[in-house]
């Protein structure tokens, strides 16, 4: 079975960068589509990127286009999702999930089968 793990959160002043990082136990990302979704307290979970398994095409929320870049490396069984220009309304846990299957659905967290454990993401004033 695939397990994720992610890392890279922290503290970061408004206008800065954070680099996530979320490495597969087995080969995963060039045959299972990945997104990364993010939850604040009080909120539902919302996607934020997705990238698919079969083109590479990467998806983003409107929220984020133009700031964040999610990407991959298949030789390190490993996805990353690069933020810039943070602002406080980005701070959540992030998640990283990958499809079971081959669905090019990225959008719904109900399409993905593996989770890892979250990371925090807090953007300070």
């Known amino acids: 079975q695939v397990q994720l793990v992610e890392y890279g959160g922290g503290l970061v002043q408004a206008g800065g960068s954070l680099r996530l990082s979320c490495a597969a136990s087995?080969?995963?990302?060039?045959?299972?589509?990945t997104g990364w979704f993010r939850q604040a307290p009080g909120k539902e979970r919302e996607f934020v990127a997705g990238?698919?398994?079969?083109?590479?095409?990467?998806y983003y929320a409107d929220s984020v286009k133009g700031r964040f870049t999610i990407s991959r490396d298949n030789a390190k069984n490993t996805v990353y999702l690069q933020m810039n220009s943070l602002i406080t309304e980005d701070t959540a846990v992030y998640y990283c999930?990958?499809?079971?299957?081959?669905?090019?659905?990225?959008?719904?967290?109900?399409?993905?089968?593996?989770w890892g454990q979250g990371t925090q993401v807090t953007v300070s004033s």
């Open positions: 087995v080969r995963t990302f060039s045959s299972h589509s």
């Open positions: 999930a990958a499809h079971g299957g081959r669905s090019n659905v990225l959008i719904s967290s109900t399409e993905y089968d593996y």
């Open positions: 990238i698919r398994w079969s083109s590479g095409r990467t």
